[in-house]
């Protein structure tokens, strides 16, 4: 890592002088004044290049590199976790926190992280992806792909 000082924000999240996480991609709840770049066709050229950010600037690489990447998808989904506890005001002393926004913003965070990190394993993300989808969707939706022809046994009428 470099000389940068680092400072430990709101959440306990470590930061450089520039505010950006150390050795982390910037998500949303860190910088609110950039407009959205990834468009759905966008979506893997995006990866791509936050994958090639953090591989240039990362203070780890090699075995260290993956796994702080994996753990850091665990950490977004936590924040997903606390955003949905934080919207329904579970905690008697913090009340309620969160909006769905912030739960929305958390998931999209979780997705990126998870789609960096797929990167980091292979450079054929897109396809990995792309065949694992299209197994889910068999599976769930059935040989058509179409909403309503499950493959599975129908599910259980709920109680009253």
């Known amino acids: 890592m470099t000389d940068e000082r680092l400072t430990r924000g709101r959440r306990g999240t470590v930061r450089g002088a520039t505010g950006a996480v150390a050795g982390c991609v910037p998500m949303s709840d860190q910088d609110t004044t950039t407009t959205p770049v990834a468009a759905p066709a966008d979506l893997w050229t ?18 260290e590199g993956l796994l702080l990447r994996m753990l850091k998808l665990s950490e977004e989904v936590g924040e997903a976790a606390q955003a949905v506890i934080g919207v329904m005001g579970q905690n008697p002393r913090k009340g309620t926190t969160h909006t769905w926004e912030d739960v929305q913003s958390e998931l999209c965070d979780v997705v990126i992280t998870a789609l960096v990190a797929l990167r980091t394993l292979t450079p054929d993300a897109r396809e990995v992806f792309d065949r694992h989808l299209a197994r889910v969707r068999e599976r769930s939706l ?4 179409a909403p309503g022809t499950q493959a599975g046994p129908p599910r259980p009428e709920p109680r009253a």
Request: aromatic fraction near 14%; hydrophobic fraction near 35%; charged fraction near 20%.
């Open 46 to 63: 995006s990866i791509d290049a936050l994958w090639t950010w953090l591989d240039t600037h990362g203070p780890y690489d090699g075995r």
């Open 142 to 145: 059935g040989a058509a792909g």
